[in-house]
């Protein structure tokens, strides 16, 4: 077993070594007199002779060259990155804005909403849309909703957004459609549609005072055509005929949401040729028709068509699928547009006396409410 030499220079120092093990350690501090005396002789480092006055000038010299360099350098890259946001947002963050994502001013949002609150919300209509640019892709949009069951507009805002390319409002602007089982008509809620007969109803009304004024929906017995709802209207001139819900397929089935129009509503025109693409879209140009049948039927066919040009806003809404604007289109350009109901407001002596009417065969009030003269 080999003894750690550590061992041995102590056995050494204190004279308990044997001759070989003393023989052994003077070997070893024998070598390392030896290396001790080399490393004496080489231990000088070969260091240069310090800097002339003039060098140690040029050096500082060349560290201020170098530092004014790099703050240049980094300067430059500051100015570059500035000047390529600064672009960015200048040019390009516009140009994405106006062609690449979804832009409520491109798409004239204003126009798009009023024909879509008039084919779908039977008390609602959008009178304006406002909307600011947020960011790359971002808007805030503001509707403006009016409300005309009593007799003027009492606007309310509904705040909307657009992000990339979604467009989305608040929950509140989706009450504005017509429930499915509204109506009494074949097909739209039957047994199920909230109201009564027309006889009870106008007993109902009939002891309201005359400083209220309703809002009723009511269902045909049968569909009347746009002539026969004139016909209609004409009979009860003191009555406003809000929204009418039009039959848009055949038999007991139907398209969702409920679809109707509003008959004298107001479109915003825009210019652009939208009144030689849409001649019956805009009703401000038909008030003084003869033939409101005739203005009533081609306006419900061009807001269905306008619907069907607004791709990427129908897209981006919701709501409506885009092939039910043809669906509709194809079945009143067959069958001719055909009304199944209508809302409509008034004072309750002349909403009484509309529910005596024949075509008349179910009835809900839909609100009472001060009259607007009262108020």
Excluded at 100 to 110: A, M
Excluded at 170 to 179: I, L, S, T
Excluded at 182 to 203: H, L, M
Aim: proline residues 5%; glycine residues 8%; aromatic residues 12%.
């Amino acid at each position: 077993m080999a003894v750690r030499f550590e061992e041995l220079y102590e056995r050494y120092r204190t004279g308990t070594a044997t001759a070989e093990e003393a023989a052994r350690v003077e070997e070893e501090l024998a070598k390392f007199r030896l290396f001790t005396d080399h490393v004496a002789q080489h231990d000088e480092l070969d260091l240069p002779e310090p800097p002339t006055e003039a060098e140690a000038r040029e050096y500082r010299a060349v560290k201020r060259r170098a530092r004014r360099s790099r703050r240049e350098t980094v300067r430059l890259a500051v100015i570059l990155t500035c000047a390529v946001l600064l672009v960015g947002r200048l040019l390009l963050w516009p140009l994405l804005n106006r062609f690449f994502f979804y832009n409520p001013q491109r798409e004239n949002l204003e126009q798009a909403m009023a024909v879509y609150s008039s084919l779908f919300f039977p008390t609602r209509s959008c009178s304006g849309a406002y909307a600011e640019n947020t960011g790359l892709g971002r808007w805030e949009v503001t509707l403006q909703m009016g409300d005309w069951t009593g007799g003027g507009r009492r606007p309310a805002r509904m705040q909307g957004a657009v992000h990339l390319w979604d467009l989305s409002f608040e929950d509140a602007f989706w009450e504005g459609y017509c429930p499915v089982n509204q109506w009494k008509s074949a097909g739209d809620g039957g047994e199920y549609a909230p109201g009564q007969s027309p006889a009870e109803t106008a007993k109902k009304l009939r002891e309201l005072p005359d400083y209220t004024q309703g809002v009723l929906c009511l269902s045909f017995d049968r569909d009347l055509s746009m002539d026969e709802l004139a016909g209609l209207m004409d009979t009860h001139p003191d009555l406003r005929v809000c929204w009418v819900k039009v039959r848009t397929l055949e038999g007991d089935g139907f398209l969702l949401p409920p679809t109707g129009l509003e008959p004298d509503g107001f479109i915003p025109d825009t210019g652009d040729g939208m009144r030689e693409r849409y001649p019956w879209l805009f009703p401000e140009q038909h008030r003084e028709d003869a033939d409101r049948g005739a203005f009533y039927e081609n306006h419900f066919k061009d807001l269905l068509r306008y619907m069907m040009d607004q791709k990427q806003t129908v897209w981006e809404l919701g709501g409506a699928e885009h092939d039910q604007y043809q669906r509709a289109l194809d079945y009143v350009e067959a069958h001719g547009v055909q009304a199944q109901g209508v809302f409509v407001s008034g004072r309750p002596a002349d909403l009484a006396a509309l529910c005596g009417e024949e075509a008349v065969s179910w009835a809900s009030l839909d609100s009472i409410r001060l009259y607007p003269d009262m108020k």
